[in-house]
């Protein structure tokens, strides 16, 4: 009996949490396309597997995008380029800085994925994430000089920063 029980123990295939999103060991999530703002299921019937390299274990597939999905895409991020080239400095510096204070929430949330799909180790993981907020600390201070005047070396014309981005 207790035989029985180790057996059935050790067969079970307990739920896992990964990140936000739950499955049990013998299933693999699935990443959906994001396009206009939105999560979309692919239509593609061609995925790739993405590997825990430490146990070589299938831990999630993601799309081929297909080329009507890749057309949407790339529509999509010339109209959001419209929009954002019209955004004011102060606003993307707003938004920068929520973007910033989110990796910073989720920072051990995010060290785990790099870890599951790396195969680094969690402190490794985890500086890898602090380091991905350099670029973005880069770009808030680079809003500050916006508006400072600029001298061509070629024409020695001055002109605001602001005219250049």
């Known amino acids: 009996m207790a035989a029985l ?13 990964l990140g936000r999103m739950w499955y049990s060991s013998s299933s ?20 790739l597997d993405i590997r825990n390299p430490a146990t070589n274990e299938v831990v999630g597939r993601v799309p081929k995008a297909t080329q009507e999905e890749m057309l949407a895409a790339v529509d999509s ?27 910073k929430d989720n920072i051990k949330e995010l060290a785990k994925i790099i870890t599951l799909e790396q195969g680094k180790t969690l402190a490794d993981a985890e500086g ?17 000089h916006a508006n400072v005047p600029i ?10 920063a602001a005219a250049c981005s």
């Open 5 to 17: 029980v180790l057996r059935s123990l050790l067969n079970y295939k307990a739920p896992l949490q």
């Open 28 to 47: 693999v999530p699935t990443t959906k396309l994001f396009i206009d703002g939105k999560f979309v299921e692919s239509s593609s019937s061609e995925w």
């Open 77 to 103: 991020c010339s109209r959001a380029f419209r929009s954002w080239s019209e955004t004011s400095i102060l606003s993307r510096q707003q938004i920068f800085l929520r973007y910033q204070q989110l990796i």
């Open 128 to 144: 890898d994430v602090f380091r991905g907020l350099h670029p973005s600390f880069l770009s808030l201070r680079l809003s500050r």
């Open 151 to 160: 001298i061509s070396r070629k024409t020695g014309s001055i002109r605001s």
